[in-house]
């Protein structure tokens, strides 16, 4: 059954590769350095993991948009570039920390220097020579790098703390790309991904997936014109979005259930939940 559902061509491009791989680092990098950015002037412990969560997933934003650049469809390689993406962010961020460390001037404060100045020969001289980098963090770990009730953070704690925005940073992107862009429905024909379309209106909320599903591999789509009233307020309903590409005969729907449950405040809060992803469709379905 799976010709039933879009499933990626695994197809990898030779120009998305490099497409791909310079889209994807550039945007790395350049995170890499807004992140450290925000820790050095922002000196507040518990909000660096806010941070470091920003930057994961910021990676694995900008694998998404290399991958779509790149029109790969191939999942195994979007993951292995997410992982590498994450470890260079990881890397980026202490080469860039470690080398305005050792630019710093004045004393420990609130967890940062004073004072220090970004010098690009020694950021990538620290960049290219791992060994520099990792010793550097042995030494910053005996020193510590930050306070915590005015005491200074160091040793095992310390690693601890290192460890978590490591797994946050390089997780990012990984999670990211479980779902990512070389799972969305790509057109061979056209070579260029689908655009999707929201079909306006409200459908009844699907109480039977399977039955659905059965319909509409039997090619009956008439589901897709139950449409509820245009005045009708109720706060359940499903949604409908189209896959598709101009002259491609083949398209793709996805059905998503949309619900509205009052949380522990009494407010309503909005749940969707997928009921049928990337459904192939063609012409020779009817909608009776």
């Known amino acids: 059954m799976e010709h039933l559902y879009y499933k990626p061509s695994g197809k990898i491009p030779v120009k998305g590769v490099f497409i791909s791989l310079i889209t994807s680092f550039v945007i790395t990098i350049i995170l890499s350095i807004i992140y450290i950015v925000l820790q050095w002037f922002i000196p507040f412990v518990y909000f660096n993991f806010f941070i470091a969560a920003g930057l994961g997933f910021g990676v694995g934003g900008g694998v998404f948009i290399a991958i779509g650049a790149g029109k790969i469809r191939n999942t195994k390689f979007e993951f292995t570039l997410a992982v590498l993406c994450g470890l260079l962010a990881w890397y980026c961020q202490w080469a860039l920390f470690v080398s305005l460390m050792s630019e710093a001037g004045g004393s420990m404060g609130v967890g940062m220097w004073i004072r220090s100045s970004f010098n690009l020969k020694g950021f990538w001289y620290i960049l ?43 997780g990012g992107p990984i999670l990211f790309s479980l779902s990512g862009r070389s799972t969305s429905p790509f057109s061979e024909q056209n070579d260029q991904w689908m655009e999707e379309r929201d079909v306006e209106g ?23 014109k139950d449409f509820l009233p245009a005045d009708d307020l109720s706060k359940d309903y499903a949604t409908l979005r189209v896959y598709e590409s101009p002259g491609d005969p083949v398209s793709y729907i996805s059905v998503t259930n949309i619900s509205h449950r009052p949380d522990k405040k009494g407010e309503l809060k909005k749940e969707t939940k997928t009921v049928i992803e990337y459904f192939r469709t063609t012409p020779t379905m009817k909608y009776e």
């Open 128 to 170: 290219t020579h791992p060994d520099i980098l990792f010793q550097a963090m042995l030494s910053l770990n005996d020193a510590g790098t930050f306070t915590l009730k005015h005491n200074t953070v160091s040793g095992t704690l310390l690693w601890v703390v290192w460890v978590i925005e490591a797994l946050i940073i390089i």
């Open 202 to 224: 409200k459908l009844k909320t699907v109480t039977d997936p399977d039955q659905l599903t059965q319909e509409f591999i039997a090619g009956n789509l008439k589901f897709l």
